[in-house]
């Protein structure tokens, strides 16, 4: 019976290439579309609803950027005058950049690239808390809204006199800067010109969905001590931006 079966659709699909071929495509398209699902899931989703709605919101803008031709590294799309909170003597990243996760959302780095020691990765780790220690009047540590709360930011506090009206963006909303703990990149809020600067200097790349605001930007992952010091110095900049505290 089971030969019968096979010799009959063998039969078929050399009656009908075109259809046998199409329902292949269909069927290799389901599979890759349902791996992918799981993948980004157990990858983590960040803000993202980790949901078939959720994942099909992201695949629009995956799309998108395929046809859209968008480099993320293309630094021109942001504004090279106007207020700049970085050191004037910030340096270029060495080497190349670093490989950054296919799918749009979440914006991630590919992780295991580098292995930072204990003592960087506490150092970067504690960062938002010990800002938001030193200076409690102004600023704040709680779960990233523009993460889905799935990990700490730095927040300015609503009610600062100083607080940059910019900050206050829906997809921000007072979120100054957010470390990702499975691979060490940030994201970070910057004036246009220093995000345009980092982005130049091989630091980081911009947002790639265009809902976010333009000075937010991905850093990369620092790869040794003194790369943790120069991601304090952008956050630094950046909290310097939205409160006008000078860090």
Not at 23 to 45: H, K, M, N, P
Request: hydrophobic share 40%; net charge neutral.
């Amino acid at each position: 019976m089971a030969v019968e079966v096979l010799t009959r659709a063998v039969t078929v699909a050399k009656s009908h290439p075109f259809y046998t071929g199409l329902v292949a495509a269909v069927l290799s398209s389901v599979i890759w579309t349902l791996s992918d699902y799981w993948e980004w899931r157990s990858f983590g989703t960040g803000g993202t609803t980790p949901s078939i709605a959720g994942y099909l919101r992201m695949t629009r803008l995956r799309i998108g950027r395929l046809f859209g031709h968008d480099d993320v590294n293309d630094a021109s799309h942001l504004k090279a005058t106007g207020p700049c909170f970085l050191p004037a003597d910030f340096p270029r990243r060495a080497g190349s950049r670093p490989q950054i996760v296919s799918r749009t959302l979440p914006h991630r780095e590919v992780p295991g690239q580098e292995e930072l020691s204990q003592a960087s990765l506490a150092r970067l780790h504690s960062l938002a808390r010990r800002l938001a220690t030193a200076h409690p009047d102004v600023l704040d540590v709680g779960p990233s809204k523009t993460e889905g709360g799935t990990g700490d930011a730095l927040y300015a506090h609503r009610d600062l006199p100083t607080l940059n009206p910019a900050a206050l963006n829906d997809v921000v909303d007072r979120e100054i800067a957010h470390v990702h703990p499975a691979e060490n990149s940030l994201h970070v809020f910057l004036s246009e010109p220093d995000a345009r600067r980092l982005v130049e200097g091989g630091w980081g790349q911009r947002f790639p969905a265009k809902f976010a605001p333009p000075g937010w930007i991905m850093v990369y992952a620092p790869r040794n001590m003194g790369e943790v010091e120069l991601v304090e110095a952008i956050v630094k900049a950046a909290v310097e931006w939205v409160t006008e505290l000078k860090v």
